[in-house]
């Protein structure tokens, strides 16, 4: 069965850069949907991005034009270039897959506590402004 392992997190500085990874074993990553989602301490889990099997993506609005996810097939890994980073950003970020392969809007909107069947278990980030 699909295991995901994150990595990449960390602690910077406001304005700073990070790239996560997810590394995918079990199964590649063609024909899913793949989405890193994130949670602060005391909120709801949230989509942050994601991406289908066609390469079509979708963002959260809170990290348009700073976050770009991509994967690598051939690897089965998927990343989460993040920029500009903010206080804000600050949360435990996770990789999952959604094998039916729904479409990457549908995961950022809903995925966070729908229909995702595989879980990392998390890569922490921390902002200080």
């Known amino acids: 069965q699909v295991q995901l392992v994150e990595s990449g997190g960390g602690s910077v500085q406001a304005g700073g850069s990070l790239r996560l990874s997810c590394a995918a074993s079990?199964?590649?990553?063609?024909?899913?949907?793949m989405g890193w989602f994130r949670q602060a301490p005391g909120k709801e889990r949230e989509g942050v991005a994601a991406i289908d099997s066609d390469g079509s993506t979708s963002y959260a609005d809170s990290v348009k034009g700073r976050f770009t996810i991509s994967q690598d097939n051939a690897k089965n890994t998927l990343y989460l270039q993040m920029n500009n980073l903010k206080p804000e950003d600050t949360a435990m970020y996770y990789c999952?897959?959604?094998?039916?392969?729904?479409?990457?809007?549908?995961?950022?909107?809903?995925?966070?506590?729908?229909?995702?069947?595989?879980w990392g278990k998390g890569t922490l980030v921390t902002i200080a402004s």
């Open positions: 999952a897959a959604d094998i039916v392969g729904r479409t990457s809007d549908l995961v950022v909107a809903e995925g966070a506590y729908y229909g995702m069947d595989y």
């Open positions: 079990g199964y590649t990553y063609n024909n899913y949907c």
